[in-house]
């Protein structure tokens, strides 16, 4: 059974940087482990994914992860997953990825997220959800709007993600738990990893 999540994203090439990670039954990384998008650094990145000690790890691209645009990641452990516009599910609960490219992104990607799942991991915040952002006193929300109403109408449990460093941290709002696991702040130092204790209802989505 499926209890604790371990979230992740934004770690821009530091994830060697990470030590003693809380255990957890899986591992969630919202996108950007890279900086340039480059094939080298996402090679490293899939290497120290593959030898963390996790049961399951999951992740999805973010915007600085172009090598991955379209790409098949061939090689993984089987319990290591790429999602991108799909889903899995483990042991009962379902969990579906949403990248985020700024090239070829569309608002049909957003209308595809399925409403049997319980755990949406994108890299893309929800607009008004720790997606505010600014410089010099001005702040803005950087979020989507049609992925905030899409997540309101399909209600899964939890809403992970990225993107907006300065977000980090988490909200619960209608019953559904928002999570911003950027690890690099603004500041360019890194804040610690974001433990789930996680509580699916029993009856789940059909529809």
């Given at each position: 059974m499926i209890q604790t999540i371990?979230?992740?994203s934004d770690t821009h090439n530091a994830?060697?940087?990470?030590?003693?990670?809380?255990?957890?039954?899986?591992?969630?990384?919202?996108?950007?482990?890279?900086?340039y998008g480059t094939e080298e650094e996402t090679l490293d990145f899939?290497?120290?994914l593959c030898e963390l000690p996790y049961r399951h790890k999951l992740f999805v691209p973010g915007n600085h992860d172009v090598c991955l645009h379209g790409a098949t990641v061939e090689g993984l452990d089987p319990n290591c997953h790429l999602l991108a516009n799909s889903g899995i599910t483990i042991e009962g609960v379902?969990?579906?990825?949403?990248?985020f490219f700024i090239e070829g992104f569309e608002d049909s990607l957003i209308h595809s997220i399925?409403?049997?799942?319980?755990?949406?991991?994108?890299?893309?915040p929800p607009l008004g959800m720790l997606d505010e952002s600014g410089m010099?006193?001005?702040?803005?929300?950087y979020g989507s709007e049609l992925l905030s109403r899409h997540i309101?109408?399909?209600?899964?449990?939890?809403?992970?993600?990225?993107?907006?460093?300065a977000g980090y941290g988490y909200r619960i709002s209608e019953n559904i738990t928002y999570v911003n696991a950027a690890i690099i702040n603004d500041g360019g130092s890194m804040n610690k990893p974001i433990l789930l204790q996680i509580n699916i209802p029993s009856q789940k989505k059909t529809t």
């Open positions: 371990l979230c992740l994830h060697r940087r990470l030590s003693r990670l809380p255990e957890a039954d899986v591992l969630v990384h919202c996108g950007d482990c890279t900086e899939l290497q120290w379902h969990f579906y990825g949403l990248p399925p409403s049997n799942m319980d755990i949406l991991i994108s890299h893309l010099e006193g001005i702040s803005a929300h309101r109408h399909i209600q899964p449990s939890y809403c992970l993600f990225g993107h907006v460093h």
